[in-house]
């Protein structure tokens, strides 16, 4: 079975109050799944709004990550209350959470993104965290959100930097999934590929101008951020299985176990997994294209404010086996890395991180 996208999307300008009524035929006690301090006006808006619906409605934040010890909590706070829906509002992390635990109580979730960080308001996936923000793994759902409302003014509030990481985690979909799955027989995951390619071409013309924010941009906006929330969700419910992460999101998995006094967002770790994985596919399949690719990727990501290197994520490679560890982890049995076409050993990502980092502190 595959679950190609939410039973329902609301999307564009009040796409909340316009999702308000086919909420409140969904549901009569909701749960409100937050997270950040920064966010917590929108909610008390969503959770008056649903209160003046005359549904019975609680809120609860997550107090770290998409990870157990949360994810357990609550879980406990839904079925004491007997809440028989979970709305997460917020970023990634709130989504992924709300996702995953209406799927354990076989509940529905409504997915309302505050911001264009990730498509996770549309998959059927969660992805597991420790409470420090080490990746654990991702866990397959059976579907998509029963509700997806992704309101443009709510996105508008949201700091420029999340939309610069939705861009580069959306940019991800084509370089992971062209090299993973163009020999795939299967008409829908070669149509998700080249959706994913006119996605990047899309975001490679209207990104700068959308994360400049200047009012002619509007439109540029609009598509980028319904890009990264929207379309990067449907590459993955087209695609399927098959579809597959590789490279750029196992480097991102293995870079979250090396704890950082800052935290880095999703896409902005899985931009530089790009750059390493057209470097490893510069090595290791002679792909003579690479080089091109890297350089019309940094020119964005610099326009951006993207970081480039792991040393920008603040981690020294060269330092604490740092380099060792991400390796160990890139290149685990079970890691998205192993779905390339040619073989990857642990000695490879040494050499490319090192040479790439080294490279940039000539620079
Ligand atoms: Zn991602």
Redo the contacts with the bound molecule.
């Keep these: 079975m595959q679950s190609i996208s939410p039973e329902t999307i609301f999307r564009g300008e009040n796409a909340w109050k316009k999702a308000l009524p086919t909420i409140t035929t969904s549901t009569v006690s909701p749960l409100i799944l937050g997270r950040s301090m920064s966010t917590v006006n929108l909610r008390n808006i969503i959770f008056s709004d649903l209160k003046n619906q005359n549904l019975s409605v609680n809120s609860a934040n997550l107090q770290f990550d998409c990870c157990k010890e949360d994810i357990s909590r609550i879980k406990n706070i839904v079925l004491n209350n007997k809440h028989d829906s979970i709305i997460a509002v917020g970023g990634g992390k709130v989504l992924d959470s709300g996702k995953y635990i209406a799927e354990c109580l076989n509940i529905p979730c409504i997915t309302v993104p505050l911001s264009a960080s ?1 498509c996770a308001g549309w998959t059927a996936l969660s992805n597991i965290y420790t409470k420090n923000g080490q990746f654990i793994k991702d866990v397959k759902l059976s579907s998509c959100p029963k509700i997806l409302v992704f309101d443009h003014k709510f996105i508008q509030t949201a700091p420029s930097r999340t939309l610069a990481s939705g861009i580069a ?1 959306a940019l ?1 979909k084509w370089y992971e999934s062209s090299i993973t799955s163009s020999e795939v027989n299967d008409g829908f995951v070669q149509q998700a590929i080249q959706i994913a390619r006119v996605l990047r071409d899309q975001l490679l013309i209207d990104g700068e101008k959308a994360y400049i924010g200047e009012l002619e941009a509007n439109i540029s906006w609009c598509n980028a951020i319904e890009a990264c929330g929207l379309t990067a969700g449907l590459v993955g419910g087209i695609g399927g299985e098959k579809c597959r ?1 590789s490279a750029a ?1 196992a480097i ?1 998995n293995a870079i979250t176990q090396i704890i950082t006094p800052n935290k880095f967002l ?2 902005e770790i ?1 931009g530089v997994g790009i750059l390493l994985q057209l470097r490893l596919e510069e090595l290791k399949n002679n792909n003579k294209l690479a080089d091109q690719s890297i350089k019309q990727l940094l020119e964005l990501m610099k326009k951006l404010n993207l970081p480039t290197t792991i040393a920008e994520l603040g981690i020294n490679v060269f330092e604490n086996q740092n380099l060792n560890k991400i390796a160990d982890f890139a290149c685990r049995d079970d890691s998205d890395i192993h779905f390339l076409p040619f073989k990857i050993t642990k000695q490879d990502i040494v050499e490319v991180i090192s040479n790439f980092e080294k490279q940039k502190i000539i620079a």
């Design positions: 990730t985690d991800a992460t999101h991102h999703h896409g899985v």
